[in-house]
């Protein structure tokens, strides 16, 4: 069985920062893209970045571009989000995703066979 657990959320001021961790297991790691999408109060779930199985890769939504960096260690199952420059409206509960597909299948059309269950972030203004 997949899991993919999520850690780091929190509350933070406007321009602060916060990394999130992605912990997986129950699948073959290194044979998936990862990612990362949210979603707000009454808005739909939306992309946010993602990475290439090998970690060469990466793809970004321009709302989070120069701000967001998205990286992996295969060795330890993990995909994080360094989160810097943070603002109120990145305020979303933020969800690991691992697709079989490619960064840009999952950023453009949210190809995603396993989801996490999500990690608040809260940024006060």
């Known amino acids: 069985q997949v899991h993919l657990v999520e850690s780091g959320g929190g509350l933070v001021q406007a321009g602060g920062s916060l990394r999130l961790s992605c912990a997986a297991s129950?699948?073959?790691?290194?044979?998936?893209?990862m990612g990362w999408f949210r979603q707000a109060p009454g808005k739909e779930r939306e992309f946010v970045a993602a990475?290439?199985?090998?970690?060469?890769?990466?793809y970004y939504a321009d709302s989070v571009k120069g701000r967001f960096t998205i990286s992996r260690d295969n060795a330890k199952n993990t995909v994080y989000l360094q989160m810097n420059s943070l603002k109120p409206e990145d305020t979303a509960v933020h969800y690991c995703?691992?697709?079989?597909?490619?960064?840009?299948?999952?950023?453009?059309?949210?190809?995603?066979?396993?989801w996490g269950q999500g990690t608040q972030v809260t940024v006060s203004s």
């Open positions: 995703a691992a697709a079989t597909s490619t960064t840009q299948a999952m950023g453009v059309r949210g190809q995603v066979d396993y």
């Open positions: 129950g699948l073959t790691f290194s044979s998936y893209a």
């Open positions: 990475i290439s199985k090998s970690g060469v890769f990466t």
